[in-house]
């Protein structure tokens, strides 16, 4: 027999939930074992209803630690592995929010001295 037709079907309540708490972000496992699924039925449901696209928001304290370490001299790199983000991530935050690159103000302050 297929094992496809054994699997059960999602149903609109499931996929709501899917949604919610894949924006809150819970792993596989935890949304699994709140809607009695497994790991690999929630990567798979995450593909079929399209929600890879995770968007986390930008809390301010993220925006005040980057803040704090572009001021240091930094690198986008650096910052992201520290707040958690991608450096592409922390370049688009500084762009947004306004934030000089730290390389620049750490050349600067060098050669003021």
């Known amino acids: 027999m297929?094992?496809?037709?054994l699997q059960r079907?999602?149903?609109?309540?499931?996929?709501?939930?899917?949604k919610r708490h894949r924006l809150a972000g819970l792993s596989y496992a935890e949304i699994g074992a709140i809607l009695d699924r497994s790991a690999a039925?929630?990567?798979?449901a995450v593909w079929q209803f399209d929600l890879r696209a995770k968007k986390r928001p930008i809390?301010?304290?993220e925006i005040r630690h980057i803040r704090a370490?572009?001021?240091l001299g930094y690198s986008d790199r650096?910052?992201?592995l520290t707040v958690?983000?991608?450096r592409t991530a922390v370049?688009?935050?500084?762009?947004?929010?306004?934030?000089?690159c730290g390389r620049s103000a750490k050349i600067a302050q060098k050669l003021a001295a």
């Open 69 to 71: 370490l572009a001021a």
């Open 2 to 5: 297929n094992r496809i037709k």
């Open 78 to 80: 650096v910052i992201g």
């Open 91 to 100: 370049s688009q935050i500084r762009d947004r929010e306004g934030i000089p």
């Open 59 to 61: 809390r301010q304290s």
């Open 9 to 18: 079907q999602w149903t609109d309540f499931e996929v709501a939930q899917l």
């Open 84 to 86: 958690g983000r991608t």
């Open 41 to 44: 039925a929630i990567g798979s």
